[in-house]
């Protein structure tokens, strides 16, 4: 279950994406007529210190490792894969926690081999993800975990939907591809959330920042008023706990 930080007095609520240049945050506003935000952190400590103070975060990155890696990842993966139709491959399969924490590829590779049930390696792609996983490993805490969720962007937009996969892909040959960033935009605005009009957008380095990356955080702060709202969904229901205490949970 997700327990309060302090919400008396609470404005905010943020949803943060892994970008290439640190994690964009989108803060959405608790009061009428304020605007959302996006702001830029370097590193993930920077988010739990913003001046907006979100009682609630929901962030694109793993949180839970397992200590030997499954086929499919953890059962949070697999289940938020199932709903999500031909975009279910944006929900890779986290490895070992000894494997996430090699900074070297062959390395990782090869622990993750040794560590995984069937035996399997882990994708370059993956592995880019690895620093990132650690950067917020090194923060959650059990207590932590109670305001700080895992959120994976392409479920939120599948609850967006009304719990329909989406039919048209963000990416395509690893480029932004406008009919699915019109698309996801369209439920972004169905529920409140217009991305265009954000404080701080003309502020994001060009390069830095995709537009896929200011959907996706924004998806997640959808996902972390929910929670605050106690309307999220979460996957599995009863996750299992991993070796630091943390629960292995995707919320949507």
């Not at 035996?119 to 650690?134: D, E, M, T, Y």
């Not at 395509?172 to 698309?183: D, H, K, N, Q, W």
Request: one cysteine or more.
């Amino acid at each position: 279950m997700v327990s309060d930080r302090d919400v008396s007095g609470a404005t905010w609520v943020a949803g943060v994406d892994g970008c290439r240049a640190g994690w964009l945050v989108v803060l959405l506003p608790l009061a009428p007529r304020v605007m959302p935000h996006v702001r830029l952190a370097g590193r993930f400590e920077e988010v739990l210190s913003l001046a907006e103070a979100p009682c609630r975060i929901a962030v694109d990155i793993p949180i839970g490792l397992p200590v030997v890696g499954e086929r499919g990842g953890r059962a949070c993966d697999r289940e938020a894969r199932s709903r999500l139709g031909a975009r279910q491959s944006s929900v890779f399969a986290v490895p070992s926690r000894a494997a996430v924490m090699e900074g070297d590829y062959a390395r990782a590779s090869a622990v993750a081999l040794a560590t995984s049930d069937p035996p399997r390696k882990v994708s370059k792609q993956c592995f880019n993800l690895f620093a990132k996983i650690r950067e917020v490993d090194a923060l959650l805490t059990p207590e932590r975990q109670g305001w700080i969720v895992e959120c994976h962007p392409e479920a939120a937009f599948w609850a967006m939907a009304g719990g329909t996969p989406l039919s048209e892909p963000k990416k395509v040959t690893s480029r932004p591809y406008e009919p699915g960033l019109a698309l996801r935009r369209g439920l972004l605005r169905a529920v409140g959330i217009e991305t265009s009009v954000m404080a701080g957008l003309a502020d994001l380095p060009i390069g830095g920042v995709g537009p896929d990356d200011i959907l996706d955080a924004a998806a997640c702060a959808w996902t972390a008023r929910r929670l605050l709202a106690g309307v999220a969904q979460c996957f599995p229901v009863r996750p299992p706990i991993d070796a630091r205490g943390l629960r292995m949970e995707i919320w949507a």
